[in-house]
């Protein structure tokens, strides 16, 4: 049974079950370095990224936050296909679980135009702490903003769409 806590600003804070927790991440994960192989147009999605802010947005916590895209972008480093150093996931996830979590204190994250926008730009910045980390281990990669832009907004209607599919998955504290 779901119990209601509220914090002191009024927000509710979420958690979820220990079945939860890991495998909405590990099956995005697992989506995440298997589709793009075979289909790839799903490149464009960043579904790592969509569970670490919907997963730090709920909780409300920065260090869960934190801690959460720590781990996440990790386990993505040690998955990925592109032959990179790890910790380039690692970094730009765990500063975007924090920001998330943050945020998620200060604003209606349950409002689907909440969810949208916020999406959009924690996508933007997310790349933006990727390139400039891929930048100083001397492994650029071809930055394209009307390329970016339209990965931003594919990602944050699909991150509208997933996350009312994620949130039958929340518990109250």
Same mark, same amino acid.
């Not at 989506?31 to 670490?52: E, G, K, M, N």
């Given at each position: 049974?779901?119990?209601?806590? @509220?914090?002191?600003?009024? *927000?509710?804070? &979420?958690? +979820? #079950?220990? *079945?939860?927790?890991?495998? *909405?991440?590990?099956?995005?994960? %697992?989506?995440?370095? #298997?589709? =793009?192989?075979?289909?790839?147009? +799903?490149? /464009?999605?960043?579904?790592?990224?969509? !569970?670490? @802010? %919907? %997963?730090?947005?709920?909780?409300?916590?920065?260090?869960?936050?934190?801690?959460?895209?720590?781990?996440?972008?990790? !386990?993505?480093? #040690?998955?990925?296909?592109? &032959?990179? =150093? @790890?910790?380039? +996931?690692? /970094? #730009? $996830?765990?500063?975007?679980?924090?920001?998330?979590?943050? *945020?998620?204190? $200060?604003?209606?994250?349950?409002?689907?135009?909440?969810?949208?926008?916020?999406? +959009?730009?924690?996508?933007?910045?997310?790349?933006? @702490?990727?390139?400039?980390?891929?930048?100083?281990?001397?492994? =650029?990669?071809?930055?394209?903003?009307? &390329?970016?832009?339209?990965?931003?907004?594919?990602?944050?209607?699909?991150?509208?769409?997933? %996350?009312? !599919?994620?949130?039958?998955? $929340?518990?109250?504290?």
């Amino acid at each position: 049974m779901a119990q209601r806590s @509220i914090t002191r600003e009024g *927000i509710e804070v &979420h958690r +979820f #079950s220990i *079945i939860a927790a890991l495998v *909405i991440p590990l099956f995005a994960l %697992f989506l995440q370095a #298997s589709l =793009p192989l075979r289909f790839t147009f +799903f490149s /464009i999605f960043d579904l790592p990224l969509l !569970v670490t @802010i %919907f %997963f730090a947005v709920a909780r409300r916590n920065p260090l869960a936050g934190t801690l959460t895209g720590f781990i996440i972008g990790l !386990v993505q480093d #040690s998955l990925t296909y592109q &032959h990179q =150093p @790890i910790g380039l +996931f690692g /970094i #730009s $996830k765990t500063i975007i679980g924090y920001l998330a979590s943050s *945020i998620g204190v $200060k604003i209606d994250v349950e409002n689907p135009g909440s969810r949208l926008l916020m999406t +959009f730009g924690f996508y933007l910045l997310h790349r933006g @702490i990727y390139q400039a980390l891929r930048n100083m281990v001397r492994m =650029p990669i071809e930055f394209n903003w009307g &390329h970016e832009l339209g990965a931003a907004l594919a990602n944050a209607l699909l991150a509208v769409a997933l %996350f009312m !599919v994620l949130d039958r998955y $929340k518990q109250r504290n």
